[in-house]
């Protein structure tokens, strides 16, 4: 499937830059389901890792953001570290549509697969990758990838991560 004009909205897609750190951390504060990390490191992904990463905004408001990167170890992949939808924009497939802009850049060109790690009780999220496999017409394959004794002892535990494998993506689909 090509990006149609369902897939069009009134939000503004780009690439994040330094300044959007601190708007970005707020967005996925205010999530409160999303690992919340320093706000230096978002100063730094939105800097550094900003051609595989996006911002959707409104009216001049941050309500998307969708963090990634290309796999060192295999540059045709696109992992997905972390997807954040303001409340107010949710349920309009504004993570599907960041998605789309994402494979559609140049430096997404080389990209055949997307991957994410989402835990078992995230079900909107593997909905959307779920999702975003059926629309690209490919696989989803899920497998098992952190479980809890991985992660270091914390006040909460950590649910497990499983890997989800979107592709092969083909060259029509972007």
């Not at 696989?139 to 270091?152: A, K, L, N, Q, S």
């Amino acid at each position: 499937m090509t990006l149609t004009v369902e897939m069009e909205s009134d939000f503004h897609f780009r690439e994040p830059s330094k300044d959007d750190g601190a708007s970005v951390w707020e967005l996925i504060k205010d999530t409160k389901v999303l690992d919340l990390n320093s706000s230096y490191s978002y100063l730094m992904w939105c800097d550094i890792f900003s051609e595989t990463s996006i911002v959707a905004e409104k009216d001049g408001k941050t309500l998307g953001f969708i963090s990634g990167y290309k796999n060192p170890n295999n540059p045709n992949k696109l992992f997905i570290w972390q997807v954040a939808v303001d409340a107010s924009a949710r349920g309009n497939g504004l993570a599907t549509k960041m998605l789309y802009q994402l494979l559609k850049r140049r430096a997404c060109k080389e990209i055949n697969y997307v991957e994410a790690t989402v835990s078992p009780s995230n079900h909107p999220s593997q909905s959307l990758f779920k999702g975003l496999a059926k629309k690209l017409d490919t696989g989803c394959h899920i497998r098992d990838y952190f479980i809890t004794e991985d992660f270091p002892d914390e006040e909460e535990e950590h649910e497990d991560e499983l890997l989800f494998t979107i592709g092969p993506i083909a060259t029509k689909n972007k």
